[in-house]
């Protein structure tokens, strides 16, 4: 079901290879060679996709179910939990399939659909962390105003553009990727069709495309992550012009769990393109990822929902209450 998913996608967008590379398909070497080893991968990665699974799907019919939960900031973390677990559903399952039938292969076509709705989802997750601190920031700087600016209407229109310039940069993604011209069949030192080890391996010349695909990465990497320094230095100020001990940990506690979050987004991030670029083995670096691309999605739900009092109300409430009955 997982793998086809991956069909599914090639399908939607098609994306069959137009006579512009030599090769049918590509070797994913994943993180192992060793046969006992890949048999506790899979054991290993299964249980984390099935847990990134359920705690995702867990704050989505929370976030349904409540009306108390009907508010922006859960309406945004409700697309996150859904970003997150597409985000695992692009890489994982195909990588299990590999493991269970011990094959490395994944065809042209599904390496660059692989490749495109990744980056679709990468971006949107970054996207969605940058609007989660500006929710962050109206409503601790600007809490009277709070509902008038982050109305319905609005909080849909962020979610909308971040969707639609993420469709964008992994549509400019699969354009530069489907015009290069691979000569042979080729190995990808990786889990998944990593854009980094893709570009290293066309027998034609790259650095257009290099400097192209930078350029979106630093956009989409530097400027957020700009946004939300400067939101949260505007979210200090504010918390430290509070006079009570108890206000100050109030408010910053309403937005504690998305600082932790996007500490460990871009911080598993920053670590996988310095391992990459520090280490002369690439398969480091695709251990490296699994940070990023597996445990990251899995921790979220759980850093939410333990720090989150409504979370955890809502937990306690979806408890059979034998008592009242």
Known sequence: MAYSFIDLCKCSINMEPQNLTGVSEFLLLGLSDDPELQLLLFGL???????????NLLIL???ISDSHLHSPMYFFLSNLSLTDVSFSTITIPKMLVNLQTHSKSITYAGCLAQLTFFSLFVCLESLLLIVMAYDRLVAICHPLHYLVIMNPSFCGLLVLV?????LLTSLIHYLVMS??????EVEIPHFFCDLSQLLNLPCSDTSTNNIL??????IFGVIPLSGILYSYTQIMSSIMRISSLG???KAFSTCGSHLVVVCLFYGTGLGVYLSSATSSSSRKGAVASVMYAVVTPMLNPFIYSLRNKDIKRVENLAKPNIRSK
């Open 61 to 63: 019919l929370a976030v």
């Open 45 to 55: 990665f299964l249980s984390m996709y099935l847990v990134t699974i359920l705690g």
């Open 213 to 218: 695909i930078y350029f979106i990465g630093t």
């Open 247 to 249: 206000g100050r940990y």
């Open 162 to 166: 971040s969707f639609s310039i993420s």
């Open 179 to 184: 015009q290069l011209t691979f000569c042979a």
